[in-house]
């Protein structure tokens, strides 16, 4: 069992930045892919950006290359989403999620454990 919790969201204007931090419980962290996911009122929850087991692999989705970078640290059992150059269409519920794959998966199904969210919301 993994127990995930967000924190970092808040309210910034168009262009601004944020930094999104999702500390996972257990010994075991290391062994899950971590995802970013976000959810739009009326909207379907959609993926941002994954990162490998290791660390080595990253994913995002083609809105957000180039000013979003999702990082982990295991030892502190954390895993980062740093977005620059903020849009109002970034609004959202952004949730942390860890998978039992290695590779940086993009698919929702394939993350077992969720975290609560945290809302971004980003003025224009």
């Known amino acids: 069992q993994v127990q995930l919790v967000e924190s970092g969201g808040g309210l910034v204007q168009a262009g601004g930045s944020l930094r999104l931090s999702c500390a996972a419980s257990?010994?075991?962290?290391?062994?899950?892919?971590m995802g970013w996911f976000r959810q739009a009122p009326g909207k379907e929850r959609e993926f941002v950006a994954a990162?490998?087991?290791?660390?080595?692999?990253?994913a995002y989705t083609d809105s957000v290359k180039g000013r979003f970078t999702i990082s982990r640290d295991n030892a502190k059992n954390t895993v980062y989403l740093q977005m620059n150059s903020l849009k109002p269409e970034d609004t959202a519920v952004y949730y942390c999620?860890?998978?039992?794959?290695?590779?940086?998966?993009?698919?929702?199904?394939?993350?077992?454990?969720w975290g609560q969210g945290t809302q971004v919301t980003v003025s224009s």
């Open positions: 999620a860890a998978g039992k794959v290695v590779y940086a998966s993009r698919r929702l199904s394939e993350y077992d454990y």
């Open positions: 257990g010994r075991t962290f290391s062994r899950y892919a």
């Open positions: 990162v490998s087991a290791s660390g080595g692999y990253t």
